[in-house]
């Protein structure tokens, strides 16, 4: 497994933007351009940059040769190398992970939320483990599983078609996917900033 992290310090420039909204596809540029925050244009064409940078050079392929597909969950995939990547941005951090097998990576920016949210998607274990925990280490273990999960399911890549409180995470990093009835094992990262 191979991890790339970028951290925009500052939101480029329009002029920049303009500059390299060219070296991507137009169906994606036409989707860059549709975001109502700069900020998650900016984190996007980012995203997308840096995974053709990386995968341009391990497949010395030209940027425009660079051809992508999606799965029938719309999980993205490079098509005819056996490589696979999955990216995630958050705050001022776009991250990258690659392998040659099947990938997940999240990230999200700690910030202070309603953790009750966490009893409608976290499975009933995760719930306990969390309301159990110290005042202080709500936010922490709240990120922590959530990551996880975000990981995990773009790991598999079946999109949302799994509720997310059928997936449990014990502290020691096994999964449980209730669809399958048996603990899995995962390489996935888990990144928070």
């Known amino acids: 497994m191979e991890l790339y992290a970028v951290h925009l310090k500052e939101l480029p420039t329009e002029e920049v933007v303009s500059a390299l909204m060219p070296l991507v596809p137009k169906e994606k540029t036409e989707k860059l ?17 840096l995974i053709r940078v990386i995968l341009a050079g391990k497949t010395r392929l030209k940027n425009r040769e660079i051809r992508f597909g999606r799965n029938a969950y719309g999980k993205p995939h490079l098509t005819d190398y056996p490589l696979h990547f999955n990216l995630s941005h958050a705050g001022h951090w776009v991250v990258c992970a ?14 202070p ?6 009893k409608r998607f976290f499975s009933h274990v995760e ?3 969390l309301e159990q925990k110290p005042e202080e280490d ?10 996880l999960k975000e990981s995990y399911m773009k ?3 079946l999109g949302l078609s799994i509720p997310l409180n059928q997936i449990s995470f014990t502290v020691n990093g096994e999964i449980s996917d209730s669809r399958m009835n048996i603990p899995v094992k995962s390489g996935i990262l888990n990144n928070i900033l």
Do not use: H, Q, V
């Open 33 to 49: 351009r549709r975001f109502k925050f700069k900020e998650d244009c900016c984190r996007s064409l980012a995203a997308e940059l």
């Open 98 to 111: 690659i392998d040659e097998a099947p990938i997940g990576i999240d990230i999200e920016e700690i910030k």
């Open 113 to 118: 939320i309603d953790l009750t949210i966490a």
């Open 127 to 129: 719930w306990m483990d």
């Open 138 to 147: 709500k936010l922490g273990r709240f990120y922590d599983l959530w990551t």
């Open 155 to 157: 790991n598999i890549g």
